[in-house]
C-alpha cells in the first residue's frame, strides 16, 4: 500500500506530460492511500523478529509518504480529503510504549516520535531507562538498539542516556552473552559514517576514563577488523578462559579481570 502510495504521488508529479491531469481517480486514489495505509499499519507492531527491519523500513516510508501527501494538499483542491498526520503520530505511540511490540519497531517509533518534535528528551529518556536499564532483557535491547539506529542513527550521540544505557547494559553481561549479542551490535553500527563511528568511540572511552586519544588509537586499532574476525576472536577468548579453568589457573583469569592493563603489560614483557 505505501509503495502504491509514492507510484500515485510520482504520477500525479507527472500528470501533465502524461495527460492524465483531468484524471478523475488520480486524485481519489491518492486520498485513500492514506487512511489504507494507516488501517493496515498495526500489523507491523506484532511482526516477527526476523522481520522487524523490514517493518522498520515500511515505517520510514510511510512517514515519507505522508510528508509528501500533505505537501500536495492545496494542489488537490479545497474539496479534497485532509490527509491527517496526527493519526500517525498516535500509532507511533502505541508502538513506541507497547509492551507486545516487537522491539525494534518500538526503537524506531520512539526516535521517530522525538524527530518529529513529538517527544522531548526526557520522554525519550524514559523509554530508553526502560529498555536498557535493570531487569532488561540484552535479546531484546539490542533489538531496540536497532530500531533506532535505523531510523535516527545521529540519535546514539546526541542523546547521551542512550549511549550511557547501552553502555551499562553491556557491561552486565557476561563473556558468553556478549559474544552471541556481538554480531547484532555490529549490524548497529554499520549504519553510523566512519566519522560517527569515530565520535562514539571517543565518547565510549571517555566513559571509561580514558582521553580522546586513546579512543581514537582503539578505534583506529580495530578499524580494519571484520565482523568474522572479531567473532572468532571472542570465541577463542571464552575457549581459552575455558582451559585455564580446567587447569586450575582460574587465578590468571581473576588478575586480568582486576586489572588488565597490569596483566598486558606483563604478557608483553
Known amino acids: 500500500m505505501v509503495d502504491c502510495g509514492h507510484?500515485?504521488?510520482?504520477?500525479?508529479?507527472?500528470?501533465?506530460?502524461?495527460?492524465?491531469?483531468?484524471?478523475?481517480?488520480?486524485?481519489?486514489?491518492?486520498?485513500?492511500?492514506?487512511?489504507?495505509?494507516?488501517?493496515?499499519?498495526?500489523?507491523?507492531?506484532?511482526?516477527?523478529?526476523?522481520?522487524?527491519?523490514?517493518?522498520?523500513?515500511?515505517?520510514?516510508?510511510l512517514r515519507e509518504l505522508g510528508r509528501l501527501l500533505a505537501s500536495l494538499q492545496e494542489e488537490f483542491g479545497e474539496d479534497s480529503r485532509a490527509i491527517d498526520l496526527d493519526l500517525l503520530r498516535a500509532q507511533l505511540?502505541?508502538?513506541?510504549?507497547?509492551?507486545?511490540?516487537?522491539?525494534?519497531?518500538?526503537?524506531?517509533?520512539?526516535?521517530?516520535?522525538?524527530?518529529?518534535?513529538?517527544?522531548?528528551?526526557?520522554?525519550?529518556?524514559?523509554?530508553?531507562?526502560?529498555?536498557?536499564?535493570?531487569?532488561?532483557?540484552?535479546?531484546?535491547?539490542?533489538?531496540?538498539?536497532?530500531?533506532?539506529?535505523?531510523?535516527?542513527p545521529e540519535l546514539l550521540l546526541r542523546l547521551p542516556a542512550l549511549l550511557e544505557g547501552l553502555d551499562s547494559l553491556v557491561e552486565g553481561w557476561d563473556a558468553e552473552a556478549f559474544v552471541a549479542h556481538l554480531p547484532?551490535?555490529?549490524?548497529?553500527?554499520?549504519?553510523?559514517?566512519?566519522?560517527?563511528?569515530?565520535?562514539?568511540?571517543?565518547?565510549?572511552?571517555?566513559?571509561?576514563?580514558?582521553?580522546?586519544?586513546?579512543?581514537?588509537?582503539?578505534?583506529?586499532?580495530h578499524y580494519e577488523t571484520t565482523e568474522q574476525d572479531l567473532h572468532e576472536g571472542a570465541q577463542l577468548q571464552l575457549a581459552l578462559a575455558e582451559c585455564l579453568r580446567r587447569d586450575g589457573l582460574a587465578a590468571w583469569l581473576a588478575v586480568a579481570t582486576a586489572d588488565p592493563k597490569k596483566n598486558n603489560t606483563e604478557s608483553t614483557s
Open 184 to 221: 547484532d551490535l555490529r549490524q548497529a553500527f554499520t549504519r553510523l559514517k566512519p566519522q560517527e563511528t569515530s565520535d562514539l568511540a571517543s565518547r565510549v572511552a571517555s566513559l571509561h576514563g580514558m582521553g580522546e586519544a586513546e579512543g581514537e588509537a582503539l578505534y583506529q586499532m
Open 93 to 152: 505511540e502505541r508502538f513506541a510504549t507497547g509492551a507486545l511490540v516487537a522491539p525494534a519497531v518500538a526503537g524506531a517509533a520512539s526516535a521517530l516520535l522525538y524527530l518529529d518534535g513529538h517527544w522531548d528528551e526526557n520522554a525519550l529518556e524514559t523509554v530508553v531507562r526502560q529498555r536498557f536499564g535493570a531487569g532488561a532483557e540484552p535479546r531484546e535491547a539490542v533489538r531496540f538498539l536497532n530500531g533506532v539506529i535505523a531510523a535516527a
Open 7 to 61: 507510484r500515485l504521488v510520482t504520477l500525479w508529479r507527472a500528470r501533465e506530460p502524461l495527460g492524465v491531469q483531468l484524471h478523475p481517480q488520480l486524485r481519489s486514489l491518492l486520498e485513500r492511500v492514506w487512511p489504507a495505509a494507516l488501517f493496515l499499519l498495526p500489523d507491523l507492531g506484532s511482526c516477527p523478529e526476523e522481520a522487524e527491519a523490514g517493518a522498520v523500513k515500511q515505517w520510514m516510508s
